[in-house]
């Protein structure tokens, strides 16, 4: 991890759409996630998830990507930046797909965002731009599944977040467990 780790940019929308636009800064509030987004709220909000079952806690409460996947994804062709694929939080200077699951992350002076697990990519992304939902899978060695679009986390404090707040990593007690898709 660096410690130079910085939110690069912020994002929040109302309505259930693809991307978010950018925000000056957000407002993240302890057990509901983001202020006047779609997806605040105890239970869950995405769409298909609450067809399922509207009673499932909300362990998606905040999206965060990695600055870093943008790069590589604007250097493959893809017109992406902050907000772009719906997250909230822009990091620079993470490797959000390597933290366990339960690390924390102090964000500014008062927000904590605790990490419940990878995004799964949809086929949302390739209706924006085809070819994308490939983009953010992999394969490792063994063949098993690699999911790049970002991390989902809880809001255990909450406080404002701007781009250029600093971001400190609290890793949970060992044995760590790897991210599965939430």
Not at 62 to 84: C, N, Q, S
Not at 121 to 147: F, K, M
Not at 164 to 176: K, M, N, Q, S, T
Request: glycine share 14%; proline share 8%.
């Amino acid at each position: 991890m660096s410690p130079h780790a910085v939110v690069q940019a912020v994002a929040a929308s109302p309505g259930h759409g693809f991307s978010k636009p950018l925000q000056p800064a957000i407002m993240l509030l302890a057990g509901l996630g983001v202020e006047g987004d779609a997806h605040m709220g105890v239970t869950v909000k995405h769409r298909s998830r609450v067809r399922a079952d509207p009673t499932q806690p909300n362990l998606r409460q905040v999206h965060l990507i990695h600055g870093e996947l943008l790069d590589e994804l604007a250097g493959a062709g893809f017109r992406v930046g902050p907000g772009v694929m719906g997250e909230n939080v822009t990091t620079r200077g993470i490797d959000l797909l390597g933290l366990p699951r339960g690390a924390r992350l102090r964000i500014g002076p008062e927000a904590i965002v605790e990490i419940t697990g990878l995004r799964n990519p949809c086929s949302q992304l390739d209706d924006y731009q085809r070819g994308l939902t490939a983009a953010v899978l992999g394969r490792n060695p063994d063949g098993s599944l690699i999911r790049k679009a970002g991390v989902m986390g809880v809001v255990l404090a909450g406080g404002r977040v701007a781009g250029g707040d600093r971001i400190l990593v609290e890793l949970p007690a060992p044995p760590h467990r790897a991210l599965e898709r939430v």
